[in-house]
Nanobody
Framework: QVQLVESGGGLVQPGESLRLSCTAS????????MTWLRQAPGKALEMVAQ????????GYMDAVKGRFTISRDNAENTLYLQMNDLRPEDTAVYYC????????RGRGTQVTVSP
């Protein structure tokens, strides 16, 4: 079955960076478009970024454009999210998912941005 394990979150100050990872198994990773999602307390789930299976095309929500970069290593079945210039409003639990199945996610990784 599909398994997704997110890691790399933590507590950082505004302006700092984090790199999230998502290790995937149970499906053909290289053929699957993937996405990073996030959910802040009391708020709806948001699609932060997405990437095609071959990594040739990416998309971002407006709030993170120019600061976040999604990438993937298909040889390692791993999805990444490089987050630079973090802001308090980026505080959330971050999840990865297949673009075609947003309901199957891992436990997520907490990102907290606070002075």
């Amino acid at each position: 079955q599909v398994q997704l394990v997110e890691s790399g979150g933590g507590l950082v100050q505004p302006g700092e960076s984090l790199r999230l990872s998502c290790t995937a198994s149970g499906f053909t990773f290289s053929r699957s478009a993937m996405t990073w999602l996030r959910q802040a307390p009391g708020k709806a789930l948001e699609m932060v970024a997405q990437i095609t299976g071959d990594g040739s095309s990416m998309g971002y929500m407006d709030a993170v454009k120019g600061r976040f970069t999604i990438s993937r290593d298909n040889a390692e079945n791993t999805l990444y999210l490089q987050m630079n210039d973090l802001r308090p409003e980026d505080t959330a639990v971050y999840y990865c998912a297949k673009l075609t199945d947003l309901t199957t996610r891992g436990r997520g990784t907490q990102v907290t941005v606070s002075p």
